[in-house]
């Protein structure tokens, strides 16, 4: 009994091992190049195994992506929610996708790549969630930017998003630092806003 309660609170490290594996793999080519034992002994796991969590390849692409889309809007959600105003928002918000990008860089570079290879009803619902990821953001450049219609801020966003996007296909040789701090000059200049005071402390992020 004590046996089966310790293998079943290993289940979700094991899981999320299975998941960043297939990140890893996938981040340097093609999904469907890569096969269940593949991952299984890049996770450190007998092939077989993973499907005590997967029933196959597909879900483990849905669940990465899911993983991907999770993190940045959960996040979203929580700063908009809290920030003390528009522009301490907006920043949070360029911030936390920065963050994102470099230390879940694998996962957010399969999503990218591979997000037109999900099942047509999984493709739909994450594009419906990151049009509402998208909307966050708008929400906190309007008030900043009245000078802009509605379209020329969607327009702002979406450069400023693949802006920070556009790293994750070329190793720049820089540390996680230096990135996130030009990222994050940059990106504000893409949105035409000021960028907020960054905490004293800042966690040290991984190189690139």
């Known amino acids: 009994m004590q046996h089966a309660q310790s293998r079943r609170q290993r289940d979700p490290e094991r899981k999320a091992r299975i998941l960043a594996a297939a990140a890893e793999l996938a981040a340097r080519r093609s999904f469907h190049t890569i096969g269940m034992a593949e991952i299984g002994a890049q996770a450190g796991i007998v092939g077989s195994g993973i499907y005590r ?47 994102v990008a470099i230390t879940e860089r694998n996962v957010l570079a399969v999503y990218h790549r591979e997000m037109h290879n999900l099942p047509e009803e999984d493709r739909r619902r994450l594009r419906r969630r990151q049009r509402h990821y998208i909307e966050e953001w ?63 402390s800042e966690p040290e992020m991984t190189s690139s």
Do not use: N, W
Request: with cysteine; proline share 5%; charged share 25%.
């Open 53 to 99: 969590h997967f029933d196959s390849k597909v879900a483990i692409l849905v669940a990465m992506l899911d993983y991907g889309m999770d993190r940045l809007s959960e996040r979203a959600a929580e700063i908009v929610s809290t920030a003390a105003d528009d522009r301490s928002a907006l920043s949070d918000l360029v911030r936390d996708h920065i963050d």
């Open 138 to 200: 708008v929400h906190v450049l309007a008030p900043l930017r009245p000078d802009l219609a509605d379209g020329e801020l969607r327009l702002a966003v979406h450069a400023a998003i693949g802006a920070i996007q556009s790293t994750l296909f070329f190793r720049s040789g820089l540390s996680g630092a230096r990135l996130a701090e030009l990222l994050d000059a940059m990106v504000h200049q893409c949105l035409g806003v000021k960028p907020s005071p960054l905490p004293r």
